[in-house]
């Protein structure tokens, strides 16, 4: 049974920066793709970045670019979102996805297995 466990989460403030960490264990195969996605009360998952976990190949939602930067590090089995120049409009609980098959990676149901989600607050 793979469990994400996901840490990192905080209140911050308009361009800040904060970085959310998910750690992939009780597995032996590695993913195929990681994810993160965020959610809004009354919302459904919102794409955020994805990672191809073999080659390091990213994808980034337009929102997001140039300030969330999302890597790997296979020895350690975790996943990392580095995000930068914070804005209010980031707030959302954060959620890691895992996926252990080729899926399209901005669709939430393509993934196997979530975090539990970290809460990201973001002030003005």
């Known amino acids: 049974q793979v469990q994400l466990v996901e840490s990192g989460g905080g209140l911050v403030q308009a361009g800040d920066s904060l970085r959310l960490s998910c750690e992939v264990s009780?597995?032996?195969?590695?993913?195929?793709?990681m994810a993160w996605f965020r959610q809004t009360p009354g919302k459904g998952r919102e794409f955020v970045a994805a990672?191809?976990?073999?080659?390091?190949?990213?994808n980034y939602a337009d929102s997001v670019k140039g300030r969330f930067t999302i890597s790997r590090d296979n020895a350690k089995n975790t996943v990392v979102l580095e995000m930068n120049s914070l804005k209010p409009e980031d707030t959302a609980v954060y959620y890691c996805?895992?996926?252990?098959?080729?899926?399209?990676?901005?669709?939430?149901?393509?993934?196997?297995?979530w975090g539990q989600g970290t809460q990201v607050t973001v002030s003005s």
């Open positions: 009780g597995r032996t195969v590695s993913p195929y793709t």
């Open positions: 990672i191809s976990w073999s080659s390091g190949t990213t």
């Open positions: 996805g895992a996926s252990f098959r080729p899926v399209v990676v901005d669709q939430d149901e393509g993934y196997h297995t």
